[in-house]
């Protein structure tokens, strides 16, 4: 018991103290630190399916991260489906409408090597007493050519792709020289989602990034790929699935327009044995092969199947952002607002000192009905309070969590009431105990028990609609089901492991029982007299 409240103590107030040192805070929310709100809908009133609505929402949010702004969010909600965009503290609203409204497409590029992640330059030490010109951080566009020995297509002559017979040791029929990253390019930026809708990018070689996770080349984390002009657009796809195929392996086909079809084939012709980059708003989906496995281009008579040892989810998501690479459907500002923090301040601050003016109230009271006990419940509230701004301030950090805004504010105050009632389970669970004929210390066991099991129900219903809000609300209830929902959980923690050994520790001491005034038999009602 006492490892178990000392732990929790020093985890709580730890975690709350480390987070202030490293100047950690919530995320806040449009409400609370101002930024732009747009509304965009589907122009001219064109209808949207979900999968078309679900790729709209993950090319905007892409779209949003490009322009270099954390804690936005991206929603979609009513009929007709309206996308909401929420960038916190972001003010530059011209910027952000153009970057949203600009319909991408998607581009097909030719790999002409791989290189290194960006590394800022740093200057350089002097040589001999003389100073050497630091280098300057290049690109995205206009950027040198690579160098020979890492090209990968026929120039180089150590860059070869063979087909070989199929076996189990090589299941894909071609083998590959591995040719390392160019180091040339280190310090040019890779294109990025907001550059990448400019007109003109599409016509110059760039630097782009592969999916996260997903490096160009496997054997250096982040490396990158270096890539041509366009020389396909996404236009020439009609149809495209995640297939399985008899050997197991997951696939993504494409069906081709009549026009894409044969200017299909002249590219596969001109890049034979190349690398062929799926370039959507400047990142790399894909780089297959093209035709690996054969000694000679063939037509592909408007049919194409990219592999490359997918999983199902993999195939999927490459799929769909070959059905609807460019935005599905143009979009329309509805509205578009510079949200002021004044008003959403005052609102917080209102609310907030009404939260505390109740619970400074809720904590006066339990302090003269159950007296030491209610210094527990002053305690254990401190406990889970500091809990919460660590773990809200840590997420504040990550995508995870939603913004911290009213809403959020509002479901952690409601929590208060639900924490409460978990002292005052307990505490009159002991008082049923007592009044049996019990004394305070043989109570403390069966009264948790007891306890323990309402206290369980209880939080776990709150748990239930806290998760089913969160997944079928959107917008700021779903921040106040994610508050609401975590300070529950919280709950379910602290009366394990704060309030069971506080009150356990407290009610075994005949001194604290029996003090005048405040003593632990005085909040239970023990009447004089009866057993301590």
Known sequence: ?????????????????????????????????????????????????????????????????????????????????????????????????????????????????????????????????????????????????????????????????????????????????????????????????????????????????????????????????????????????????????????????????????????????????????????????????????????????????????????????LATVLQYGSLPVPLQILTDETVSPTLGHAALVAGLGAGLAGLALVMLYVILYYRLLGLVVLVGLGVTAALLWAIISALGRTSVAPSFDLAGVTGLIVSIGITVDSYIVYFERLKDETRSGRTIRTSLDRGFASAWRTVLAADTVSLLAAVLLYFLAAGSVQGFAFFLGLSTLLDIIVTWFFTRPAVYLLGRSERLTAMRGMGIARGLAVHSGAPA
Not at 34 to 57: F, Y
């Open 1 to 317: 018991m006492v490892i178990s409240l000392v732990l929790m103590l020093v985890i709580s107030f730890g975690s709350l103290f480390a987070t202030l040192a490293a100047g950690w805070g919530p995320k806040l929310g449009l409400d609370l630190a101002g930024g732009t709100e747009v509304i965009l809908t589907p122009a001219h009133g064109r209808a949207l399916s979900a999968a078309q609505l679900s790729v709209t929402e993950q090319i905007i949010r892409a779209r949003v991260a490009g322009i270099g702004v954390s804690g936005a969010t991206v929603a979609t909600s009513g009929n007709p489906p309206q996308v909401i965009v929420q960038v916190p503290g972001y003010h530059q609203g011209q910027n952000l409408l153009k970057q949203l409204v600009t319909t991408a497409q998607l581009l097909f590029r030719p790999v002409e090597c791989f290189t290194y992640p960006f590394e800022k330059p740093v200057p350089q030490k002097p040589v001999n007493g003389k100073p050497v010109p630091t280098p300057k951080a290049t690109g995205p566009f206009r950027i040198p050519s690579c160098q020979p020995q890492y090209l990968l297509n026929s120039q180089n002559k150590n860059f070869q792709v063979t087909p070989v017979a199929v076996t189990t040791a090589n299941p894909s029929g071609y083998q590959v020289s591995n040719i390392p990253p160019d180091p040339t390019f280190i310090h040019v930026r890779s294109l990025n989602p907001f550059t990448a809708t400019l007109p003109h990018a599409q016509d110059y070689a760039v630097v782009e990034e592969g999916l996260p996770g997903q490096p160009a080349y496997q054997s250096v984390p982040g490396s990158r790929y270096v890539l041509a002009p366009s020389v396909l657009t996404g236009t020439a796809v009609a149809t495209a699935a995640a297939q399985q195929t008899q050997t197991g392996e997951w696939v993504v086909n494409l069906g081709l327009t009549g026009a894409g079809s044969s200017k299909w084939d002249q590219v596969a012709s001109t890049y034979f044995h190349q690398y062929i980059a799926v370039d959507l708003d400047g990142i790399v989906q894909s780089a297959p092969l093209i035709q690996p496995d054969q000694s000679s281009p063939s037509s592909f008579a408007g049919q194409v199947e990219i592999s490359g040892n997918f999983t199902q989810g993999q195939a999927n998501s």
